[in-house]
T-cell receptor
């Protein structure tokens, strides 16, 4: 079983601050995905990282896949209140999810 | 654009009752999944299916059953409901070439079904 551990579990910051959340495993993944979930809705895919060391940018969000393909990080620059939500990483042959990081951005 | 459709949206069950959560997708996806999400937590995989007639257990299959008689439908059956099954249930689907790993393919989720067992 390929387990994904996310940290921190909760994060509360002020608008305009930067933040990084992490997704770690002791297993190698062929790819990892990041999803964002808003209250009352299902998760929505943000990005898929495939190559070790890969960096992908989505506006203010920067995603990195570790060189060994065992971990990934999500960095948000100048967070906005609209970034509030649950950030989930997922991967593995049966598409399991980490427990998520619940981000709150205060105005 | 229907995507993944789940019914019912909300349901209250008494302990020991049974029910079926319906899920249908119109994207011709071969993979389908059922996840549960407890309050403030991530998603746990209950069952998944790689195609019609094939199902596999996920992390937390106990107390649930599934079937996949068609590509479009993947119902989740709860037998003898227990309070521990109070949760939000998400059905999802994705497409993968048969000789390719499913990881890396976008999973599309339904809007969720809120189930309370009292």
């Amino acid at each position: 079983t390929q387990l994904l551990e996310q940290s921190p579990q909760f994060l509360s910051i002020q608008e305009g601050e930067n933040l990084t959340v992490y997704c770690n495993s002791s297993s190698v993944f062929s790819s990892l995905q990041w999803y964002r979930q808003e209250p009352g809705e299902g998760p929505v895919l943000l990005v898929t990282v495939v190559t070790g060391g890969e960096v992908k940018k989505l506006k203010r969000l920067t995603f990195q896949f570790g060189d060994a393909r065992k971990d990934s990080s999500l960095h948000i620059t100048a967070a906005q209140t609209g970034d509030t939500g649950l950030y989930l990483c997922a991967g593995g042959n049966d598409m399991r999810f980490g427990a998520g990081t619940r981000l709150t951005v205060k105005p | 654009n229907a995507g993944v459709t789940q019914t019912p949206k909300f349901r209250i069950l008494k302990i020991g009752q049974s029910m079926t959560l319906q899920c249908a997708q119109d994207m011709n996806h071969n993979y389908m999944y059922w996840y549960r999400q407890d309050p403030g937590m991530g998603l746990k995989l209950i069952y998944y299916s790689v195609g019609a007639g094939i199902t596999d257990k996920g992390e937390v299959p106990n107390g649930y059953n599934v079937s996949r008689s068609t590509t479009e439908d993947f119902p989740l059956r709860l037998e003898l409901a227990a309070p521990s099954q109070t949760s939000v249930y998400f059905c999802a689907s994705s497409y993968s070439e048969l000789d390719r790993p499913i990881s890396g393919n976008t999973i599309y989720f339904g809007e969720g079904s809120w189930l309370t067992v009292v």
